[in-house]
């Protein structure tokens, strides 16, 4: 989660630059006005020269003034677009309503990093982040490409918005996927469901209301660091998410029960 103070600060300034143009304008069009008139005075002698001159003095400052007002309207343009990039640049710059719910926090920008050296094919039109407060996902819209990177990951980065009642705050950190373009067939499988057993990766699948057997699975397609997609559960499966360490144990506790009966 990114704090948006630059951009606040950005949107609020580049509308004070907007306000001094047009001020500017408006003092440069009266200037030019008077300078006509007094002109026209001057030279039909109901003026000294020294007023034309005067007049003319005011009307270039004025014209400086107006020069270095839209001068400070680019800049900020620009800086804005070179700090977030062209979408929400132009956002900042246009007062756009995505840039307007970021700033009254009914949105939250969210920098997305990749893992280094991985990449997707197309632009991700969504995501989902991990709820730091709820067991469920949050949905993420895409923004655009990020202007940098995040330092400790040093991955591809993308700006994304997320609700304002998401529960995620700046400075937070999740876990967030997003679609690679490549598709896999399979089961979603969280770690929780998984153990591990003489070398082995399991999942528990429910045979009855009151029994459960230990199934093999692959772990070698991770969505994550600890998700996984899992091709070889039967159809039709229904598979403990909680709870598959203490049936592990429990059947471990059987079996040495079954070996000492046989002693």
Known sequence: MLDISRITELT?????????????????????????????LVDS???????????EG?????????AAAESQLRTLAATAQQEWGPVIGHGIVERSPAVVRLIER???????????????TET???????????NANIDLQY??????TDTRIQGLSYFFSAPGDSGLLPGMNTTVYVPSGTTYEGVFIEDTAIVRWQGRSWVYLRVSPDSFR????????????DDYVVRDIPSGSEIVIRGAQVLLSEEAKSELRSGDDND
């Open 58 to 66: 005011t009307l270039r400052t004025d014209r400086a003034a107006l």
């Open 214 to 225: 230990r199934h093999p699975i692959s772990t070698d397609q991770p969505v994550s660091d």
């Open 45 to 55: 002698a109901a003026l000294p020269k020294k007023e034309a001159e005067t007049a």
């Open 106 to 120: 009914d949105q939250f920008l969210v920098q997305v990093t990749l893992p280094p050296g991985v990449s997707v």
């Open 124 to 134: 991700p039109g969504t995501a989902l982040a991990q709820a730091p407060t709820r």
């Open 143 to 148: 923004i655009s490409p990020a202007t940098r």
């Open 12 to 40: 609020n300034s580049y509308a004070n630059a907007q306000a001094q143009l047009q001020t500017a304008q408006a003092k440069l069009e009266v200037a030019k006005s008077a300078f006509d008139r007094t002109k026209n």
